[in-house]
């Protein structure tokens, strides 16, 4: 079965940067939807962002205009760039990828924005 491993995360004071990545042991970009979510404490886990096999993208609004979900097919890879971090984007951030009855997880990894 296919296994995704995030990383990338990390500590970032407010108004930075950062790069998370999924890579995925198997072929996820071509035929299965990726999603990246988070999950703050206290709080539901919740999707930010979505690539479909075919390269469609979506965002939640709360992320809009500052965060980018990319993909490198020859990787096997999804991207999640993250710009203009506030303390809210604090939580751990995980990457799904589903197709049919597969739904694959990855462990999750940490996002804290702070100063």
């Known amino acids: 079965q296919v296994q995704l491993v995030e990383s990338g995360g990390g500590l970032v004071q407010p108004g930075g940067s950062l790069r998370l990545s999924c890579a995925a042991s198997g072929d996820i970009t071509s035929f299965y939807t990726v999603y990246w979510h988070r999950q703050a404490p206290g709080k539901q886990r919740q999707w930010i962002a979505v690539i479909t096999s075919g390269g469609s993208t979506d965002y939640r609004d709360s992320v809009k205009g500052r965060f980018t979900i990319s993909r490198d097919i020859a990787k096997n890879t999804v991207y999640l760039q993250m710009s203009r971090l506030k303390p809210e984007d604090t939580a751990v951030y995980y990457c799904?990828?589903?197709?049919?009855?597969?739904?694959?997880w990855g462990q999750g990894t940490q996002v804290t924005v702070s100063s």
């Open positions: 799904n990828a589903g197709r049919g009855s597969d739904d694959l």
